[in-house]
T-cell receptor, first 113, second 114 residues
């Protein structure tokens, strides 16, 4: 069945450091891929998405490229800020999962000033 | 911009008590969802409603029931609460039932069952 695996946290970085959070997936079809972010005390919100191979999603300085050959959708940001501290979730959706989102376990990111 | 509104935000129950979590969205979305979030486990789908008038079980439906009251409202009921149901519950909605749609989440309801 479909599944999403993302790197365990917490990930602790200093401000202005480069960020990578790894996400790999298993899917029977051609899924859409998502990154959601959850700030403390809030619900999740969409950060970016990609719907087909080689698409790059981007938002707020974050980027992720849909790599079908490596079944990956890694999240990157060139220079993180304290305000980026949050939990990041990778997810997929396709007909094989009846269009329900299949979620990774989440990666907590802590940025120190 | 209200988006998705959940009530209550916090609730403490004793084992065996019942309660209903309410959810309403004002975005005219067709699909609505209930998730639970537990530490280290990500989000798990409890029930969903692909469109008004339909409901279906998700990954962890046992111990829960739902009602899609109308297009706006989707409630989650715990008939006899158990400590294993201590969790943070999120309601979400999506415009259409399909692969690429964005989910919009409420702020969550933190439930503790003693």
């Amino acid at each position: 069945g479909n599944s999403v695996t993302q790197m365990e946290g917490p990930v602790t970085l200093s401000e202005e450091a480069f960020l990578t959070i790894n996400c790999t997936y298993t899917a029977t079809g051609y899924p859409s891929l998502f990154w959601y972010v959850q700030y403390p005390g809030e619900g999740l919100q969409l950060l970016l998405k990609a719907t087909k191979a080689d698409d790059k999603g981007s938002n707020k300085g974050f980027e992720a490229t849909y790599r079908k050959e490596t079944t990956s959708f890694h999240l990157e940001k060139g220079s993180v800020q304290v305000s980026d501290s949050a939990v990041y979730f990778c997810a997929l959706s396709d007909h094989g999962s009846n269009y329900q989102l299949i979620w990774g376990a989440g990666t907590k990111l802590i940025i120190k000033p | 911009n209200a988006g998705v509104t959940q009530t209550p935000k916090f609730q403490v129950l004793k084992t065996g008590q019942s309660m209903t979590l309410q959810c309403a969205q004002d975005m005219n979305h067709n699909s609505m969802y209930w998730y639970r979030q537990d530490p280290g486990m990500g989000l798990r789908l409890i029930y969903y409603s692909a469109s008004e008038g339909t409901t279906d079980k998700g990954e962890v439906p046992n111990g829960y029931n739902v009602s899609r009251l109308n297009k706006r409202e989707f409630s989650l009921r715990l008939e006899s609460a158990a400590p294993s149901q201590t969790s943070v519950y999120f309601c979400a909605s999506r415009r259409f039932f399909g692969a690429a749609g964005e989910l919009f989440f409420g702020e969550g309801s933190r439930l503790t069952v003693l």
